[in-house]
């Protein structure tokens, strides 16, 4: 018997991203070019509880592929969480006669988009939108290069103000477990250092920053510092400065959600219509339980499991870069 998929569901969860709006766009365009009706569910997992679900067209999708954040709105669902929650997420999409989810977010996300798929064998294709960067398989997730982006913008402006009272400025970016948003945003802003999760349990990064004499050219100096609690966040450590090197004239700046706002760049938009595409292609072939990735420029299906076990690796020759050009 022919394999065919007559409604999908699709949601965004977990924190937003600049490029889901494209990527929402891109996978209600092609389900309904293949004949596929498409349920809408507003607030993530939450909404497919409560029942929060519109049948999108075409022109529902219309000019949102410039917009920032998610149509669909996302919010934490702690009821999920329970087999009984998504017992009762699982009932909901018969009602609505959802055969299959796409489901747009992170790790937490597929986290639970692969429990939920387990246990009531629910195809799912997942589509990775972070601005962290950090799910494993794929080169570049949603709404990364815009935060990339903003983050240099920002810095930018701030290196003014460093070189007009020639101060040190720790500026904190997101990035809990993960420093490609710090690392990235130091070459391209020309820091002078990126202080990351990834090392802090190797190195005492900042003892190594001050013997290495980062500032002994400069009358100003950035250094970028991934929010996570593994590196002491930017506030930690400008209170380390204070105490152990009170020479230092110290500012901190807390980037915070800006860095998930805004209009996402082109090459959001375009990855976004790429893997919205494809993950409609996926459910064709009969793939399930994946996230769709792109590395070396092609698309690729990435088994749930391994993108949210394995951990990313950092780039140790672009840290190598940023310390060569911080002299």
Do not use: W
Not at 42 to 58: A, D, N, S
Not at 78 to 97: N, T, V
Not at 100 to 115: C, E, N, Q, W, Y
Not at 244 to 267: C, F, K, M, W
Request: glycine share 10%; proline share 2%; hydrophobic share 40%.
């Amino acid at each position: 018997m022919e394999y065919k998929i007559n409604c999908i569901g699709i949601l965004t969860s977990g924190g937003d991203a600049p490029g889901m709006n494209a990527a929402i766009r891109s996978v209600t365009r092609t389900a309904i070019f293949n004949g596929i009706r498409v349920k809408a569910i507003y607030r993530g997992f939450r909404g497919l509880i409560t029942g929060e679900i519109k049948e999108f067209q075409t022109q529902n999708v219309s000019n949102i592929i410039q917009k920032g954040g998610t149509i669909l709105k996302t919010a934490r669902c702690d009821e999920f969480r329970s087999s009984e929650g998504r017992k009762i997420a699982y009932e909901r999409m018969k009602e609505e006669e959802i055969e299959a989810l796409i489901v747009i977010g992170g790790d937490g996300s597929f986290t639970g988009a692969r429990i939920f798929a387990q246990e009531f064998n629910i195809p799912i294709v997942g589509i990775p939108g972070t601005i962290d960067n950090d799910l494993f398989g794929t080169d570049a997730t949603l709404g990364y290069d815009t935060a990339l982006n903003t983050i240099t913008q920002a810095v930018d402006k701030i290196r003014d103000t460093a070189s007009s009272h020639e101060r040190l400025f720790f500026i904190e970016v997101m990035g809990r477990d993960a420093g490609f948003l710090a690392l990235n945003s130091a070459v391209a802003s020309g820091a002078e250092a990126a202080i990351v999760p990834e090392l802090e349990t190797k190195v005492d990064q900042l003892a190594e920053l001050i013997k290495n004499g980062f500032r002994k050219s400069k009358n100003s100096s950035i250094v970028i510092v991934a929010e996570s609690e593994i590196t002491g966040g930017a506030n930690g450590l400008a209170e380390r400065m204070r105490i152990e090197y009170p020479e230092y004239d110290v500012r901190v700046t807390i980037l915070g959600h800006i860095q998930r706002g805004g209009s996402p760049t082109a090459y959001d938009r375009i990855l976004a219509s790429r893997m919205g595409v494809a993950a409609i292609d996926a459910l064709l072939d009969e793939q399930r339980n994946i996230m769709i990735g792109i590395v070396d420029n092609e698309i690729v299906h990435v088994p749930f499991t391994k993108a949210i076990k394995h951990d990313k690796p950092l780039d140790d020759k672009l840290m190598g870069v940023l310390h060569i050009l911080s002299i």
